[in-house]
């Protein structure tokens, strides 16, 4: 590597969609729309945009410039600042070690899903049924098909961390495959890499394109819309918004892990990186908003799905118990039916009275959720419903798998740039036994979260691996080059 | 008058029996029929003639599952009728009109045949239930080959193609590099992707020895933006 010059992106155009395919990830799909829910709707944009511009583009502003002004790695290019911050980018690297390992398991359960999908009946969208064929089984029951579907027949999670039940076969296999797939497209390094993110960075706006106008389509969809966009400005003035918004634009940024160094450091000098960081930036922010819009349309349609289907059953319950004709009781006017039989007929009405549920769209809508999920559980139910849902179920899980890759391109990058490097592995190992060799370790650490109890394993990774030590490094980052480097060069 | 009142008494004991034996009720099964629910707009009213189809179609179960009794329509008591479309229902053994047939028995008859007294009134188990039964599930599809093993075989397929190509391709590249610099010994190694340096004093630093440290470095070379 020492006697070749530096390979390099074919095109700026490749080096901003790996930038793209990178920042624009999953936390873009299932954390952004929570937290604009928690936090007041369309309200929440208004921290979110003042953080974009006071933090998250001058810090990639920053780490595009260190990445090319120096052409090394995250390790290389803060020894060459100065020898006492390389263990900066060996922090960086062991975090996006952290991230290699327990990121790709997503990817694994959207392949999973993915080739589940292929079946003319949806396998979440009915609860299996018992041994003696007459009724569902006992867990599925108490729970929904969507939640079984996740947590019995895609995790088989055990009941507390401590029981390790043995390895998923299905889910290490498509661990195994989510690796080869990764290491296929880091095999000859940023030229295949760049092949790739043309794919990985265009083909999922395709997919938010066509899901915002089978959403928006959608019965109900409108109520979850309208919902979104009522902001709640008081929400402005509790602090946890301010923080939620710092915090957002820092993780989906993806700023610290070393992989925008890494992705810049194959740039040419005189690259206008400046330009590329704003573009880049007010993407990622636009498609967070994006997809908020479309999960809000679905969760529009799965919240009035729920309220109607509670009207029903308390329509059903009323018929059966007062031997009512059907035409007379409809959905409308269920409630004016209640009211009326507790008068008329109260001791009657007493016996079902525990079985009475309210009725109400706006805590359907309240119900929040995010990560897994909201992924996972929320949308494949929302999906269940539509016609055709095979073909929203391969279209959408496609999507969360380009995703993911993008986002697995930049962290494996942050790995094997460094680690490219040092001249010691160099020189014995070439540069695609180098990549192999990540890859297998990280595929075999990883199969640890194929376990039975790997979910909670995983929700301890994805809370705590990388949020703290993010922050500490980039400020050092900061520090170090205001400072040490000088803000003048 | 007499005999009148006795003719009269002989036609209704019957009946009159019959509602007795239906309306004690340990026997009989309720019965709740959903037909707007199912049908919407193309729902049919519920008369007689509907009566005496719903009568007939269970004498029939009960037929197909004792296989010899002859079951006959008067087997078939029905009442409490209301207007949700529900009723209780009966049935007596055609030797002995007096006697009624035992629960479990009407129960695995109904449930044998579920699926003929569902159509025949273009309903489904949701909505003609039998309060009591239980409707048997239709068995789980099983298949030979799980479908996602074979869409997964395929892609991990493709997958090892690629990259299997992806190694030979780089391999022969590098076979057919390292005998170009066999042949001539000064020059450096072609990689893919770089711009050949035309002997600046760049280069003669790069054979030197010593760590480079490209931060301080003047790149003018690559002019491209």
Known sequence: MSKEARPSWDSPMQFV??????????????????????????????????????????????????????????????????????????????????????????????????????????????????????????????????????????????????????????????????????????????????????????????????????????????????????????????????????????????????????????????????????????????????????????????????????????????????????????IDNVTVWISHLNHTNPE??????????????????????????????????????????????????????????????????????????????????????LNGLVCLVCLLLGLGFTTRSGSYWFTMFNDYGATLSLLFIVLFEVVSVCYIYGLKR | MKMITRILLLIFLPSVIARDLCKDGKDGYKVRLSIKTALGDEAYEWNESEMFLFRSSLAFAMRKYTQRETFDISNILVCNETKRVSFVFVVTSPNDSTKLIPKDHVASAVRQHKHRINSAFLLSDGTLEFVGIPPTLAAPITYSTQPWLIVFGVVIGAVAVGIVSLLMSTMTRRRRAADKGVDSGQEEEQMEGIVKGNGTSLTRLESKDGVYNQAFSNDERFTKL
């Not at chain 1, 498609?287 to 999960?295: E, K």
């Not at chain 1, 993008?406 to 014995?428: C, E, F, Q, Y």
């Open chain 1, 17 to 330: 969609l790996a930038c793209v395919s990178y920042a624009v990830g999953l936390g873009n799909v299932w954390r952004f729309p929570y937290l604009c829910q928690m936090h007041g709707g369309g309200g929440f944009l208004i921290p979110y945009l003042l953080m974009l511009v006071l933090e998250g583009i001058p810090l990639f502003c920053m780490e595009l410039a260190i990445g090319q002004r120096m052409r090394l790695g995250s390790i290389g290019a803060w020894t060459a600042i100065s020898p006492y911050l390389g263990g900066l980018g060996i922090a960086s690297v062991v975090t996006s070690v952290y991230l290699c390992l327990y990121y790709n398991i997503i990817n694994a359960w959207s392949f999973w899903y993915l080739f589940h999908s292929f079946q003319p009946v949806l396998p979440w969208s009915e609860c299996p049924v018992n041994s003696n064929r007459s009724g569902y089984v006992q867990e599925c029951e108490v729970a929904s098909p969507t939640q079984y579907f996740f947590y019995r027949e895609t995790l088989n999670v055990s009941s507390s961390i401590d029981e390790n039940g043995g390895v998923h076969m299905g889910l290490a296999l498509c661990l195994l495959l989510a690796w080869v797939i990764v290491f296929l497209f880091i095999v000859r390094g940023v030229k295949s890499t760049g092949m790739v993110v043309y794919f990985t960075a265009t083909f999922p706006y395709l997919v938010l394109i066509i899901y915002l106008i089978r959403g928006f389509t959608l019965h109900g969809a409108w109520n979850g819309v309208k919902y979104m966009f009522t902001p709640k400005l008081e929400q402005l003035a509790n602090p946890q918004t301010w923080i939620n918004a710092a915090t957002q634009i820092f993780f989906s940024l993806g700023l610290g892990f070393g992989s925008l160094i890494a992705f810049a450091s194959y740039n040419h000098q005189n690259n206008d990186f400046e330009k590329q960081a704003v573009a880049v930036s007010l993407i990622n922010s636009s498609t967070s908003v994006f997809a908020c819009m479309v999960t809000f349309a679905i969760y529009g349609f799965k919240a009035t799905l729920n309220y109607e289907s509670c009207l029903e059953r308390m329509r059903v319950l009323l018929l059966n118990t007062f031997g009512l004709s059907e035409s007379d009781v409809s």
């Open chain 1, 348 to 433: 009657m009405f007493a016996t079902i009275a525990s079985k009475i549920e309210v009725c109400s769209l706006e805590a359907e809508l309240d119900t929040a959720v995010e990560g897994t999920g909201l992924a996972f559980i929320v949308y494949s139910e929302a999906i269940k419903n539509m016609p055709v849902s095979q073909l929203w179920s391969v279209l959408y899980f496609i999507m969360l798998l380009l995703l993911g890759m993008g986002s697995m391109l930049g962290n494996i990058t942050a790995i094997i740039t460094p680690l490219g490097d040092l001249k010691i592995l160099s020189r014995t190992f070439s540069n695609e036994t």
